[in-house]
């Protein structure tokens, strides 16, 4: 285009300004080529003629238009040059405050001197994964490019940072490392990464100090190389260091500080651990005071110090080495304030003895003192043949003591570097690294020196590889789209780098100067001008002869010689080093010990030393200047960067004031220029710069096509546009994937496109103007004749309202009237009724209140005659009551006496007991008798009741008979026979009456009875109670008696009571059995539940609710009672074959009680008339009987055991060899066997109950046989005594025992079932049981007693012997006594000593032994955790068997709460559910492991679905173009393809939710579960949404919303098609749906604001801020978002629920839940697949 066409009315251009660099202007008149003047208007609307020539001024730079400026590349601009960058870079930094900015592949970071929260973790992952031009500018973008570029590539790569001093350059590098250290965080317990950034505040305190420009600026370069293992996991680092600025350590300049480490030990000198270096202020030492200024607003050295000591300690460097290392950083300070005096001739000087500083130095270093006082003031002179020591004048000695406390500063910088070296060092092979290189920008002062000479020379040398990249890329992306390859003339910097680095250069000729003897500064200025003067890049300054001028490529710098040589010497008095050397303490040895000293080999051959020793010559490290080292170590760097692929940051200082988002543009100019980002500009400008991918050019720009110029092939269609209005082919090119525009060409066509939209809205503000004026008129026409219509009807209906008016007021003047009058006849009326009403009522009372007070008077007479009645008759009754308890006290003192006597015999008690038992058989036998006649008469009344029904359905036909034969023949007999039929009738019923009044009387009676019987047991418990109290008191009274006595007595007494208490629970049972036989009848008749008979009874018994009643064994006797009296009686008469088995069994109980009561008895009248001596024969007979019967017991028993012992054994291997679980079988077969002992162990004491009870029947009966034999035979006429013995009933009673399991028939004597006697049987039971345990207590006490007697013996045998002792030593005299004392505690020691061994060794043998067992517990806990995590592994990615095994897992789950037994979960459960729940066993540890396993899984399954929809969200969400007539974004367009992965729409995101969701249900997830799932999921899909638009600048606007806000309707349409919308998964979208919102409405004044702050309550004010600052608009006709707007919602306070941090948190869970859902399934209607081989299983 010509120029005419670009300079013409309202272009804005730049030009020149010496405050600005560069100020913005508009053209007022079209501007002809070959005009001088440019007629310009500024922004504060000042005209200005801008003068233009070919010589003079050239035509001014063109501006960008709107929609370019704020770009996130400054690439991607049209016209591409220093003003457009500066601009760019300005508003981004100012306006949205955006701090990075991309530069092609350069990052151009500002220092914002705030904190900004954009480097949390939630920042880090948003950015982790994604493509470098997808999100906006930033550290972690770069840092994340390197980390794909290296696992993509296999190469290694470079981040360079540079910049000025107070750029924020070391900030940037740790940012870099904490993304690396989050990513690629290491798989091992190492934590490599936490050792790699505890490194950062170790060597901000070493390395960092604060200057005149920053204050915390490096003041070392460094490099680290971050490795990485083959799975891209961090396994070490690696740091270099350059160029540390040693002269800091003596010297600072005004308002600048020394390293940090010094400040904060003196913060810190007053802790204890402290004390020892004896420090103070840091005002006190000269080396921290020379920039009068110790301290850095909001930095607390102490605080820091304590980071740094932490950092420490995580690098593995030890306490002591700690303190070492802070004793060096003191002595270094003690150094600078030791105080050298001159000598009176100034030639020299010495060094006071007692210089407090230097006793600290020698102390801390461990020196010695003499030697380093001497040597601080002389230095030693070596030539060939003698060596002198020289005095040194002050200036020499103040010198050297710098020169010293420097290299003492370096060599501990160097070793620290060191040992984190070696910290960060691992043993796995490193597969590939990232280098960071933190490094000085180029630096020019007022006074450069040799620290800024090699500054800039590293950075000539980094350009230098700068410009080779970026030539490089250019030229690679050239290639790959197939565009023509021009050579584009680029800066090389080469010859500045040879005038610096070549032979004969500057290092080279600095290098000789210094091998000089007396080489001066001065010299090696004029070897310069002499050698270099004729170079381009070098300068020879006008006014100076000692310093010179050097061309950067950034700018030219003047150097000041002067110090040049002694810095580049960096010399030291070998003297002093060699007393270092000699330090006491290690580390000071090891900070000088020289690398190259190699130990000397040894040799075979015989070594000659010289008589005289030769001079020892200079350390080789010495010999290498500091320029050399510094060069060597530039080029190894420089070959490690060519190595890799470099990445660029480049630090940008906004201003030399540190405040906070001010942009000062001449500093930032300087900067870009020296930096290098200009020229980064200047080659991609030379070239194409702009580059525009065909779908974003077809979708810019396609308002500029015509209809017949649209095609399908958009590639085709933007060549025809572009050749149709661009004519110049040279301005463009066409490539692959994207087309190549000049300089300049987007503008160009962005200003057609706006005349486009231009001429388009002026054509629209035409047709609707017009259109809203007719709408206008139209309306005011309406309005007229609406207004002449409503008069008119108002004037009519005023005139009806009138009339209305009238006749209403008529009506209510003769309304009015009648109520006046009526309202006084009524107050008139009222005003009698109420005299009257008072009046009578006033008479009424005064007759009540007369009747009342005869009333009183009444009761007054009557209770006083009844008072005096009855003290009358008290005083009688107490003087009868006196006489009666004097005559009773006398008959109880008598009876007390006789009482006393009875009671030391137990007979009484047991006489007393034995006529209760008699009483309870008795009311037993009552009860029975009465039970049976009303059975009797129940039966009865049911024969007569069925007798009279069947009589009265004869009568019934017999009259229909009648009456039919009356019908037919007639007559008066009919009559007679029918009356005759009635009175037969009634007489029937007349029965019926007196048998159903006969049939309650009977119930009466039986209840009379029963009341009767309940208060005669009430009788029988007071007397028992008389009787214990009696007891007691007789047992009190005895206590004097002898102890054997008192316990017989108490045992007969405990045994009298236990048989009582059995009495009471027996007469309880026989109350409840009562009461069930009332209920026999109905049972009879309707007994619903199933019936039990005993082909079944065994099959049900697990069908059953409760657990069945085996009647096998007594013990289940107790257990089937106590069951009837939980279950009530209802209850348990529902279950009939429980009652068959308490009937059976109480049967069979109460016929055995009744034998043996009986033969008993007569066994006790046996015993009492026999002699009280017994024959040794008969004792050895009953035992042979006991051991008989027992034997055979045993022998019976112990076949069924091994029977079933033999069953269990068969069955357990038989499983065993099914089961691939041995450890299961083996704890299954370890709980029966545990079981089996148990078993065992209660039937053997059961069975020698029963032997005993057996034997001693058969002892007495054998033993009444012999005596009844002798007694025949000696005294016949005891057979004709009162008390006969019948010998046969006790054989009777013992066969009758023997055979009580066969016989049935004799039970039923008792009563019907039987019941009775299982219940009394039972009793027994527990009685034995109670016995033998008492039996046992009594045994245990009776072997404590014998322990502590036992104890006692032999404390009195110690107390003896110690009684002995000391009787001994009393004799001794003091020497033996105490050599005795000492023996005797040697021997005691000596047994503990031993006792302590061997206690020692068996603690270790068990340690030992638990230690095993516990290595196998873990080796199996392992071993299962392996198992579980390889199948969690093995299906982790897999949707559908996770949702699958969740369905499963929480269905199981709710199974066991609804069969728990609890009755929380039994509400909903049918009634034959309830039946089947557990009763004595307990779920809720298994519901709770169930519970955890289905929270693991649900979490997993939330994981599998993100990790699927997670590529989908933001391309579904922001990216697809659902709406096809917005305009779309524009991503990143730059010199490098970002090109991302593969896109996705909105309908398969959508369709992806659908097959989660139907595979949900196809498994039957509940739907509440479901729900939660998709309210997580949609979680996941904001915030992944909103954290991308949060950082994304191009999809900020108004389109982009409204996609956004259709593309959330979708999501809530999907939701409540799937009934999903109550699951507060709609509300997830809340924050998004507020972002699309905030994107479209109107953002200009207060009340916007105020109602965007009401409307976005789910966004924090950060986020909305945040947004505002990224709102881009997509054409000139939308605006952009003011400052002031946004200031004033960032001025508003804060909500209380703001989050911290600007990003959503990807990965929070919300808790779930697992609401309880029965099942309605019933478990009988369960069928069991065969192949799951549950065959064992059996269906009851």
């Known amino acids: 285009m010509s120029v005419n066409e670009l300079f013409t009315k309202f272009t804005r251009v730049w030009i020149p300004d010496p405050e600005d660099v560069w100020r913005a202007a508009e053209i007022t008149r079209d501007y002809k080529e070959g005009e001088p003047l440019l007629h310009l208007k500024l922004e504060d609307e000042t005209p200005l003629e801008y003068p233009v020539g070919p010589k003079r001024n050239p035509l001014p730079f063109l501006r960008n238009p709107d929609i370019l400026v704020g770009e996130n590349d400054l690439t991607a601009l049209s016209y591409l040059h220093e003003p457009a960058v500066l601009h760019n870079l300005k508003v981004r930094f100012l306006e949205p405050n955006h701090i990075y900015t991309y530069c092609g592949i350069v990052l151009v970071a500002i220092n914002p001197y705030e904190q900004l929260h954009i480097y949390g973790e939630e920042v880090i992952r948003a950015y982790s994964g994604q493509n470098m031009g997808d999100m906006d500018p930033h550290i972690f973008a770069v840092a994340e490019e390197a980390y794909k570029q290296m696992a993509r590539d296999e190469r290694n790569q470079s981040i360079i940072v540079s910049g000025e001093s107070g750029a924020g350059k070391t900030v940037s590098a740790k940012y870099a490392m904490r993304f690396f250290a989050t990513v690629g965080g290491s798989t091992r317990d190492s934590n490599v990464e936490e050792k790699v950034l505890a490194s950062n505040p170790i060597m901000e305190a070493i390395g960092n100090a604060k200057t005149t420009r920053n204050d915390n600026s490096s003041r070392f370069g460094k490099y680290i190389q971050i490795g990485f293992s083959r799975q891209y996991h961090i396994i070490g680092a690696n740091m270099r260091t350059y160029l540390l600025e040693k002269s800091r350590v003596v010297f600072q300049a005004e308002e600048e500080r020394n390293y940090h480490i010094f400040y904060q030990l003196c913060a810190c000198a007053s802790s204890p651990e402290f004390k020892d270096l004896g420090l103070t202020s840091a005002e006190d030492f000269i080396f921290t005071s020379m920039g009068e200024n110790i301290s850095i607003e909001g930095v607390d050295d102490a605080k820091d110090l304590e980071k740094t000591r932490e950092a420490f300690t995580l690098l593995g460097i030890k306490e002591a080495s700690q303190s070492s290392l802070f004793k060096v950083v003191a002595s270094i300070l003690h150094l600078g304030n030791i105080n050298i005096s001159l000598n009176r001739g100034g030639d020299s000087c010495h060094v006071s003895k007692d210089d407090l500083h230097l006793q600290h130095f020698c102390r801390l270093l461990g020196l010695e003192l003499p030697q380093m006082e001497h040597w601080l003031c002389h230095r030693k002179l070596v030539t060939a043949s003698e060596t002198y020591v020289k005095s040194m004048s002050g200036p020499q000695a103040e010198n050297a003591r710098g020169a010293l406390a420097k290299l003492l500063y370096a060599r501990l910088f160097t070793w620290i570097v060191g040992h984190i070296n070696k910290a960060l060092l691992t043993s796995a092979k490193q597969h590939s690294f990232i280098g960071v290189l933190d490094i000085y920008g180029f630096e020019t002062f007022e006074v450069n020196s040799f620290e800024q000479f090699c500054i800039n020379y590293a950075n000539e040398k980094l350009q230098q590889q700068f410009n080779s990249h970026v030539f490089k890329l250019e030229q690679e992306e050239y290639m790959k789209e197939l565009i023509p390859w021009t050579l584009i003339d680029f800066y090389d910097n080469q010859p500045c780098i040879d005038l610096i680095e070549a032979r004969l250069g500057v290092l080279d000729l600095l290098d000789e100067e210094c091998k000089v003897p007396k080489g001066t500064d001065q010299n090696w200025a004029q070897k310069l001008f002499k050698q270099h003067s004729s170079s381009a890049h070098f300068q020879k300054p006008r006014m100076s002869n000692i310093s010179f001028i050097i061309i950067h490529f950034a700018d030219k710098v003047e150097y000041q010689c002067e110090g040049f040589l002694e810095k580049n010497r960096d010399t030291v008095y070998e003297e002093q080093i060699n007393i270092l050397k000699a330090s006491q303490f290690q580390l000071v040895a090891d900070l000088f010990h020289d690398k190259d000293d190699v130990a000397p080999q040894k040799s075979s051959r ?34 490690t960067l060519n190595a890799t692929t470099p990445h660029y940051v480049r630090c940008i200082k906004p201003n030399d004031f540190k405040e906070a988002f001010s942009f000062d543009s001449k500093r930032a100019v300087q900067q870009l220029r020296a930096c290098g980002v200009l020229e980064t500009i200047r080659i991609s400008a030379a070239g194409y710069p702009s580059r525009w991918t065909y779908p974003d050019f077809f979708s810019r720009y396609r308002v500029l096509l015509k209809k017949s110029d ?70 005011v026409h309406k309005m007229a004749a609406t207004l002449q219509r409503y008069g008119r009807g108002y004037l009519a209906r005023r005139h009806a309202d009138f009339l209305r008016l009238s006749r209403a007021a008529l009506v209510c003047q003769k309304q009015f009237r009648m109520a006046r009058d009526r309202r006084a006849f009524l107050r008139e009326r009222r005003a009698v009724v109420t005299i009257q009403a008072f009046t009578r009522g006033m008479f009424t009372r005064r007759i009540y209140h007369e009747f009342l007070l005869h009333h009183k008077a009444l009761l007054i007479q009557k209770t006083v005659r009844g008072w005096l009645q009855r003290r009358r008759f008290l005083r009688a009754r107490r003087a009868a009551v006196t006489v009666q308890c004097s005559f009773r006290q006398l008959l109880a003192r008598r009876r007390l006496q006789q009482m006393k006597v009875e009671a030391r015999s137990a007979e009484r008690l047991k006489k007393l007991n034995t006529g209760m038992e008699n009483k309870i058989v008795q009311l037993q036998r009552k009860m029975d008798d009465k039970s049976k006649e009303l059975r009797t008469q129940n039966d009865q009344l049911l024969q007569v009741n069925s007798g009279l029904g069947s009589e009265v359905n004869k009568l019934q036909k017999q009259l229909e008979q009648v009456k039919s034969r009356q019908v037919a023949g007639g007559g008066a007999g009919g009559g007679a026979q029918i009356s005759s039929l009635q009175e037969e009738l009634d007489r029937l019923r007349e029965e019926l009456q007196e048998a159903s009044a006969q049939r309650k009387r009977m119930e009466e009676d039986h209840g009379n009875e029963k009341m009767s019987l309940q208060q005669r047991v009430e009788q029988l418990e007071t007397e028992n109670a008389e009787l214990k109290r009696e007891k007691e008191e007789m047992n009190q009274r005895s206590g004097e008696g002898s102890t054997e006595a008192q316990e017989a007595l108490q045992k007969e007494l405990d045994d009298e009571r236990q048989r009582y208490q059995n009495h009471l629970n027996e007469f309880t049972r026989l109350e409840q059995r009562y009461d069930n036989l009332k209920e026999e009848l109905s049972l009879s008749k309707f007994q619903p539940g199933h019936r039990r008979n005993l082909s079944n009874l065994s099959s049900q018994e697990s069908d059953s609710n409760y657990p069945s009643v085996c009647s096998s064994e007594v013990g289940d006797t107790e257990d089937s009672i106590q069951l009837v009296e939980e279950m009530g009686v209802e209850k348990a008469a529902m279950d009939i074959g429980l009652f068959m088995k308490l009937q059976k069994r109480v049967r069979e109980l109460e016929q055995e009680r009744k034998r043996l009561q009986l033969s008993l008895e007569k066994m006790e009248a046996l015993g009492k008339r026999r002699d009280s001596r017994s024959s040794p024969s008969e004792q050895e007979m009953a035992d042979q009987v006991y051991n008989n019967l027992k034997r055979q017991e045993l022998e019976s028993e112990n076949k069924k055991l091994k029977n079933n012992l033999n069953e269990l054994r068969r069955s357990i291997a038989e499983r065993a060899s099914q089961s691939d679980s041995p450890n299961e079988l083996q704890d299954g077969y370890n709980v029966l066997l545990s079981q089996l002992r148990s078993a065992n162990e209660e039937l053997d004491g059961r069975k020698e109950e029963v032997l005993i009870l057996r034997t001693q029947l058969v002892s007495h009966a054998q033993q009444q046989e012999e005596r009844e034999l002798v007694e025949s035979s000696k005294v016949p006429e005891v057979n004709s005594s009162n008390e006969p013995v019948d010998k046969e009933e006790a054989f009777k009673a013992y066969h009758g025992l023997c055979e009580s399991k066969n016989s049935r028939q004799d039970w039923c004597s008792l009563n019907e079932d039987g019941e009775l006697g299982l219940a009394y049987q039972g009793l027994q039971q527990v009685s034995r049981l109670l016995e033998a345990q008492l039996q046992t207590q009594a045994r245990q006490h009776r072997d404590e007693l014998e322990a502590l007697h036992t104890q006692i013996e032999l404390l009195r045998a110690d107390i003896e012997k110690k009684q002995e002792l000391l009787n001994y030593t009393a004799a001794l005299s003091p020497e033996a006594r105490v050599e005795y004392s000492i023996q005797q505690e040697i021997t005691r020691l000596t047994n503990d000593n031993l006792d302590l061994k061997e206690l020692v060794e068996k603690l270790e043998k068990n340690e030992k032994k638990l230690k095993k067992q516990l290595r196998i517990y873990m080796k199996k806990v392992q071993e299962l955790e392996a198992e579980r995590s390889c199948w969690f592994q093995k299906n982790n990615a897999d949707f559908e068997m996770t949702s699958f095994w969740l369905a499963n897992t929480s269905r199981l789950l709710h199974c066991l709460k609804q069969y728990s037994g609890d009755e929380v979960f039994m509400t909903q459960n049918t009634s034959k559910q309830n039946e089947h729940c557990l009763k004595n066993f307990d779920l809720a540890e298994y519901r709770q492991v169930l519970s955890d396993l289905s929270i693991q899984i649900y979490q997993q399954l939330i994981r599998v679905a993100e990790e699927v929809i997670q590529p989908m969200i933001v391309s579904a969400m922001l990216e697809s173009e659902s709406i096809p007539s917005l305009a779309g974004y524009r991503k990143r367009s730059s010199s490098i393809d970002f090109n991302g992965g593969s896109s996705y729409t909105l ?88 972002a699309a919102q905030l994107l479209q409405v109107k953002k200009k004044t207060s009340q916007d604001a105020e109602a965007i702050c009401s409307l976005c309550t789910a966004l924090s004010t950060q986020q909305i801020v945040k947004i505002l600052n990224l709102y881009t608009p997509l054409n000139e006709f939308e605006e952009r978002v003011t400052v002031a707007f946004i200031r004033s919602i960032q001025n508003r306070p804060p909500q209380s629920t703001d989050p911290p941090q600007l990003l959503m948190d990807t990965k929070h869970m919300f808790p779930v839940l697992f609401p309880y859902t029965p099942s309605a399934l019933s478990l009988e209607t369960l069928q069991i697949p065969a192949s799951l081989g549950l065959d064992f299983l059996i269906r009851v």
Not at 609 to 638: C, D, I, W, Y
Not at 717 to 737: N, Y
């Open 606 to 639: 015989v070594s000659v030393r010289p008589a005289k020793p030769a001079p020892r010559g200079p350390n080789k490290e010495h010999r290498k200047t500091v320029g050399h080292q510094f060069r060597s170590s530039l080029h190894l760097l420089m070959e």
């Open 1547 to 1634: 309908e398969a995101l959508i369709r992806q939710l659908g097959q989660f969701h139907s595979t949900m249900q196809d498994h039957g997830l509940d739907p509440e579960i479901v729900g939660q799932v998709a309210r997580q999921l949609f979680h996941c899909i904001n915030n992944y949404t909103l954290n991308n638009l949060l950082l994304r600048k191009d999809v900020c606007s108004w389109s982009t919303g409204m996609q956004l806000r259709y593309n959330t309707s979708q999501m809530e349409e999907w939701l409540r098609g799937n009934n999903l919308f109550q699951s507060k998964a709609a509300a997830a979208l809340n924050p998004i749906i507020q």
């Open 710 to 779: 649209m095609t399908a092939d958009r590639k085709l269609v933007c060549k025809t546009l572009l050749e149709t209005l661009v004519k110049e082919p040279d301005m463009f090119q066409f490539g692959k994937t994207k087309i190549f525009f000049r300089a300049g060409q987007v503008a160009y066509l962005e200003k057609l496109r706006a005349d486009r939209f231009r001429s388009a809205c002026i054509k629209i503000q035409k047709t609707v103007r017009g259109w809203l004026q007719r709408v206008r008129y139209r309306k």
